[in-house]
């Protein structure tokens, strides 16, 4: 029996849909690390990448957090601040938010960055504020890079907060880690099969919110640059 066969039998079984460990108890809880930790990092990162994108200072610090982004041992860290905090529930906050904050980051910098001069100079010569700058003329015309910070940090914060079922907390990792304890690889195939979907839809949320907020115009030129 294929990957495929396993996943799609375990999905399809009615007890998966209900009680504690039933997979919309489990989604919740995951969405909810997903969302704490997204909302922390983009508290921190979208104003820090507005900033220096808008003063066009702090290339070094955007290039430093997204490398030590890249070479974040997420799981490692998450331990050590579990040892750290003597077992703290909360150590699975601190790894997300330190996975999610450098796309945020680096892609608001770099849209910001990016806006022609000649745009902000004009906005300047209509009497404009820095702040009217940023907001009127900097964010719209970054917003699509924006938004694809954010869709690599969801996507990758989706996919990581697995890791809260290490430390003994829910969501769609307690499918995989109690499975492979259990050699139940029926679910642990079919808990790796909602990540992959929950991934996938939200993807495809973010796909949408690029065709409602982005004027086409933008939408176009973004898709040639």
């Known amino acids: 029996m294929s990957y495929f066969q396993i996943a799609w039998q375990w999905l399809t079984s009615a007890q998966q849909w209900h009680g504690s460990d039933g997979i919309p108890v489990r989604l919740v809880q995951h969405l909810q690390y ?3 930790a997204l909302g922390i990092a983009l508290v921190i990162a979208l104003p820090a990448g507005l900033a220096m994108g808008h003063l066009r200072r702090g290339g070094f610090v955007v290039v430093t957090v ?3 982004g890249r070479a974040l041992p997420t799981l490692g860290l998450l331990v050590l601040i579990f ?4 077992g703290s529930p909360a150590s699975w ?3 997300l938010v330190v996975l999610a904050i ?3 980051l680096v892609n608001t910098y770099e849209g910001v960055l990016g806006v022609d001069p000649d745009l902000t100079d004009a906005a300047r010569g209509m009497g404009m504020t820095e702040w009217q700058v940023l907001r009127k003329v900097e964010i719209p015309v970054a917003t699509p890079l924006i938004l694809l910070g954010l869709r690599i940090s969801a996507i990758q914060v989706v996919a990581t907060a697995t890791i809260a079922a290490y430390i003994g907390l829910g969501g769609l990792g307690r499918y995989i880690i109690d499975g492979l304890a259990r050699d139940e690889y029926n679910v642990v195939a079919g808990g790796a099969a909602v990540i992959v979907l929950l991934a996938l839809a939200i993807q495809a949320l973010f796909t949408l919110l690029r065709w409602l ?3 086409v115009g933008l939408r176009r030129q973004t898709q040639t640059s």
């Open 83 to 86: 040892v750290l905090t003597s």
């Open 102 to 104: 450098p796309p945020i």
């Open 213 to 215: 907020i982005v004027p």
């Open 66 to 68: 997204a490398n030590f």
């Open 34 to 36: 997903t969302g704490i």
């Open 93 to 95: 906050l601190v790894p």
